[in-house]
């Protein structure tokens, strides 16, 4: 069962991803460079843009392509902090699965416009705002999924791995897009809304939500710490040092008696849980600076480094490859180490100075930047991976909550919506700030990242503190 849930969250948020990278390959067609197609067979129009899709044919092509881009970004920053309350009253596999079938839907009417020959902007962004709040429903759901199935022991790794989802559907998002972009851009948009309409009915029949739910041991969740903070959260919390997962009589009942519950948590007792306001914070930063790498890097890489669009477009694929390392690197340490908060912060405070060093030194040889590409890839994106997936399962799974088991996708929601602010704002940023010079782009992220690592600091002090307290009892244990 636990390998089902992986491979079916898996393909869910691949699904979503892919759904989402057509817009970024037909942009390309929308405004091509009409010349090299020979003569204009259309007398009427204009010589240099004949071949273009109204509206896009304007000298604003570029305004309109931000605002297709913002539109859904915005949308999708707002909806995930509500996503994740309506995620936790109703049941995931019905709200990821309608959230699939409505993101294939949105996705597929966008690529329906080329067949319906629409070309009014207002069609297009409102397309993307709708596709951008239906698709805030995939993250919280699959990461809550994952979170009732796992416990804290592996569970950085295990989702570091999981957390390719990512990269995996952006590149087959690519490769499909690509095959109808030049014959008919449409089918770029429609095929891949089949594809995650068919994997949401899939996992409407396949996907199980709770452990309980066929007759299974609920994982640990508290491992270290109930017993060490609280010595009274061991009879309130799942035993921590049961074998079999198993609870005491009255807990290990109550997941099974539906009506014996905890309500839903509220979104500012959320807020409460300790953590989820500083791990937030540092995603928006965090992510800031993921996301003006994912928009702005290929053009980057052809106005330092002189590369062709194709050659760019390629090397800047090596930031995901990166990420990955990253991803997988960061959840291994912080399953060792026990603490999230620190490996997060040691990564983001080592890529400050990578970032700094890729901009000046970065382009000097094709070697040079493939491996400053993936060092600065895995530092940047690392955190960011961690917090999404492990820290927001831990917190949702958090001791204060007393075993109250609906948390996890309301916390989710929370992180990763703050951190959409700031997936938002960073592209933005960086289109206002790149006019004056990439170093000053770069000192923006610079000064990103070490905001991101400073909003941690007091995660960090307490995970220093339980660390020193462990270490004082393990030597009074020796000297007893």
Same mark, same amino acid.
């Given at each position: 069962?636990?390998?089902?849930?992986?491979?079916l969250?898996?393909?869910?948020?691949?699904?979503?991803?892919?759904?989402?990278?057509?817009?970024s390959?037909?942009?390309?067609?929308l405004?091509?460079?009409?010349?090299?197609?020979?003569?204009?067979?259309?007398n009427?129009?204009?010589?240099?843009?004949?071949?273009?899709?109204?509206?896009?044919?304007?000298?604003?092509?570029?305004?309109?392509?931000?605002?297709?881009?913002?539109?859904?970004?915005?949308?999708?920053a707002?909806?995930?902090?509500?996503?994740?309350?309506?995620?936790?009253?109703?049941?995931?596999?019905?709200?990821?699965?309608?959230?699939?079938?409505?993101?294939?839907?949105?996705?597929?009417?966008?690529?329906?416009?080329?067949f319906?020959?629409i070309?009014?902007?207002?069609?297009?962004?409102?397309?993307?705002?709708?596709?951008g709040l239906?698709q805030?429903?995939?993250?919280?759901a699959?990461?809550?999924?994952?979170?009732?199935?796992?416990?804290?022991?592996?569970?950085?790794?295990?989702?570091?791995?999981?957390?390719?989802?990512?990269?995996?559907?952006?590149?087959?998002g690519?490769l499909?897009?690509?095959?109808?972009?030049?014959?008919a851009?449409?089918?770029?948009?429609v095929?891949?809304?089949?594809?995650?309409?068919?994997?949401?009915?899939?996992?409407?029949?396949?996907?199980?939500?709770?452990?309980?739910?066929?007759?299974?041991?609920?994982?640990?969740?508290?491992v270290?710490?109930?017993?060490?903070?609280?010595?009274?959260?061991v009879?309130s919390?799942?035993?921590?040092?049961?074998?079999?997962?198993?609870?005491?009589?009255?807990?290990?009942?109550?997941?099974?008696?539906?009506?014996?519950?905890?309500e839903?948590?509220?979104?500012?007792?959320?807020?409460?849980?300790?953590?989820?306001v500083e791990?937030?914070?540092?995603?928006?930063?965090?992510?800031?600076?993921?996301?003006?790498?994912l928009?702005?890097?290929?053009?980057?890489?052809?106005?330092?480094?002189?590369f062709?669009?194709?050659?760019?477009?390629?090397?800047?694929?090596?930031?995901?490859?990166?990420?990955?390392?990253?991803?997988?690197?960061?959840?291994?340490?912080?399953?060792?180490?026990?603490?999230?908060?620190?490996?997060?912060?040691?990564?983001?405070?080592v890529?400050?100075?990578?970032?700094?060093?890729?901009?000046?030194?970065?382009?000097?040889?094709?070697?040079?930047?493939? /491996?400053m !590409? =993936?060092?600065?890839?895995?530092?940047? #994106?690392?955190? +960011?991976? &961690?917090?999404?997936?492990? @820290?927001? $399962?831990?917190?949702?799974?958090?001791?204060?909550?007393?075993?109250?088991?609906?948390?996890?996708?309301?916390?989710?929601?929370?992180?990763?919506?703050?951190?959409?602010?700031?997936?938002?704002?960073?592209?933005?940023? /960086?289109? !206002? =700030?790149?006019?004056?010079?990439?170093? #000053?782009?770069? +000192?923006? &992220?610079i000064?990103?990242? @070490?905001? $991101?690592?400073?909003?941690?600091?007091?995660?960090?002090?307490?995970?220093?503190r339980?660390?020193?307290?462990?270490?004082?009892?393990?030597?009074?244990?020796?000297?007893?």
């Open positions: 069962y636990r390998g089902l849930t992986l491979v969250t898996f393909l869910s948020y691949t699904s979503y991803h892919l759904s989402r990278k057509p817009i390959i037909v942009k390309s067609q405004h091509p460079n009409c010349s090299t197609l020979g003569p204009n067979p259309r009427d129009s204009n010589s240099t843009t004949w071949c273009s899709w109204a509206p896009f044919d304007g000298d604003n092509y570029k305004e309109l392509f931000g605002a297709l881009d913002n539109a859904f970004l915005v949308a999708y707002i909806g995930m902090f509500i996503s994740g309350i309506f995620g936790e009253r109703l049941p995931l596999r019905y709200y990821l699965s309608g959230g699939m079938v409505l993101s294939g839907l949105f996705t597929a009417l966008f690529g329906l416009g080329y319906w020959d070309h009014v902007l207002w069609y297009f962004i409102v397309v993307q705002v709708c596709n239906v805030t429903t995939g993250w919280p699959v990461v809550a999924c994952v979170g009732n199935w796992f416990g804290k022991g592996k569970r950085g790794l295990i989702m570091g791995i999981w957390n390719s989802h990512t990269s995996v559907g952006n590149i087959l690519s499909i897009a690509g095959a109808w972009v030049s014959s851009w449409g089918l770029s948009f095929v891949p809304g089949i594809i995650i309409t068919t994997v949401g009915i899939i996992c409407f029949f396949f996907l199980v939500e709770y452990p309980e739910d066929v007759d299974c041991s609920p994982p640990l969740h508290h270290m710490t109930t017993s060490e903070k609280d010595p009274e959260a009879t919390n799942e035993g921590p040092l049961s074998l079999s997962g198993q609870s005491s009589v009255d807990h290990s009942n109550s997941p099974k008696e539906p009506a014996e519950e905890p839903a948590i509220s979104f500012l007792g959320a807020l409460r849980i300790p953590g989820v791990f937030s914070l540092c995603l928006l930063f965090a992510k800031l600076v993921s996301y003006t790498f928009y702005w890097l290929p053009l980057y890489i052809v106005n330092v480094a002189h062709g669009a194709k050659e760019a477009g390629d090397l800047s694929t090596l930031f995901d490859v990166g990420g990955i390392l990253g991803g997988i690197l960061a959840g291994l340490v912080s399953d060792y180490t026990g603490g999230r908060a620190t490996t997060c912060c040691v990564m983001l405070v890529a400050a100075p990578m970032l700094f060093l890729y901009n000046h030194v970065g382009q000097n040889g094709i070697g040079t930047s493939v /491996a !590409l =993936i060092i600065c890839g895995a530092l940047v #994106n690392g955190p +960011y991976a &961690l917090i999404t997936t492990a @820290v927001s $399962a831990d917190l949702g799974t958090h001791e204060s909550l007393k075993g109250n088991a609906k948390a996890l996708s309301t916390v989710t929601a929370i992180i990763d919506g703050t951190g959409s602010v700031g997936a938002a704002l960073g592209p933005l940023l /960086a289109g !206002l =700030i790149s006019p004056m010079g990439w170093n #000053n782009v770069f +000192y923006m &992220l000064a990103a990242d @070490v905001l $991101a690592c400073l909003l941690l600091a007091r995660v960090v002090v307490k995970e220093a339980g660390w020193c307290g462990y270490m004082a009892r393990q030597r009074g244990y020796v000297a007893t």
